[in-house]
């Protein structure tokens, strides 16, 4: 069965330094998201891409956190600095297209972070 | 405005009785989605169930069925014969139907359901 993969599945570092992520999505799945999901909520999205476009990163903190998707397969989303706040689970889906509101996204193990 | 309200933080049933988790949502589109997903303590989201805002018939996967009041803005799970393993996170998730631009999940904070034996 088809999944999302995402690496590495823990990371722990210290404040100020640099962290990155990476997601392969479900093989032929053009639409990718990065969501981050803060202990004791839902998760909230990121980043949208479409092929190699990005769709909507209205939510992502544009000064810290950077998303690539160069030949449209995977996925890199970076930090730099990380700060105490960044502490999250991230997780990375995919959807066959962006079609409309039946499309559902099928999501990866996540990759859990913590900042000390 | 919070799109998507879950007002059960936890939910207890005994093994093989059903349970009702609570959905409600607010949208001003005609076209969404709604989507039910399971979490659990390792972390991976599994997509359990959807109903579409036009489906005349409420969603049904096995043991999952979405007792969906359009009227109302409900989105109810209902899981039948409660396993062990049915211990977990359970997100609602609204998807509204726009064409070419953003098509986020938007979440609700979830619901944690312990099945007791």
């Known amino acids: 069965e088809a999944e999302v993969a995402q690496s590495p599945r823990y990371k722990i570092t210290e404040k100020s330094q640099a962290v990155a992520f990476w997601c392969d999505p479900i093989?032929?799945?053009?639409?990718l998201y990065w969501y981050r999901q803060i202990l004791g909520q839902g998760p909230e999205l990121l980043v949208q891409?479409?092929?190699?476009?990005?769709?909507?990163d209205s939510q992502l903190p544009k000064d810290r956190f950077s998303a690539e998707r160069l030949k449209g397969v995977d996925s890199t989303l970076k930090i730099q600095p990380a700060e105490l706040g960044d502490s999250a689970m991230y997780l990375c889906?995919?959807?066959?297209?962006?079609?409309?509101?039946?499309?559902?996204?099928?999501f990866g193990p996540g990759t859990r972070l913590l900042v000390l | 405005a919070q799109k998507i309200t879950q007002t059960q933080p936890g939910m207890f049933v005994q093994e093989k009785e059903a349970v009702t988790l609570d959905c409600t949502y607010d949208t001003s589109d005609q076209s969404y989605g709604l989507f039910w997903y399971k979490q659990p303590s390792s972390g991976e989201m599994i997509f359990l169930i959807y109903?579409?805002?036009?489906?005349?018939q409420n969603a049904t996967e096995g043991r999952y069925s979405l007792n969906f009041q359009k009227a109302r803005k409900s989105a109810n799970l209902v899981i039948s014969a409660s396993q062990l393993g049915d211990s977990a996170m359970y997100f609602c998730a609204m998807r509204e139907g726009s064409q070419g631009g953003s098509e986020k999940l938007v979440f609700g904070k979830g619901t944690k359901l312990t099945v007791n034996p």
């Open positions: 109903q579409g805002s036009y489906d005349e």
């Open positions: 093989s032929g799945h053009a639409t």
């Open positions: 891409f479409q092929d190699e476009s990005v769709v909507d």
């Open positions: 889906a995919s959807s066959f297209t962006s079609g409309g509101a039946r499309e559902t996204q099928y």
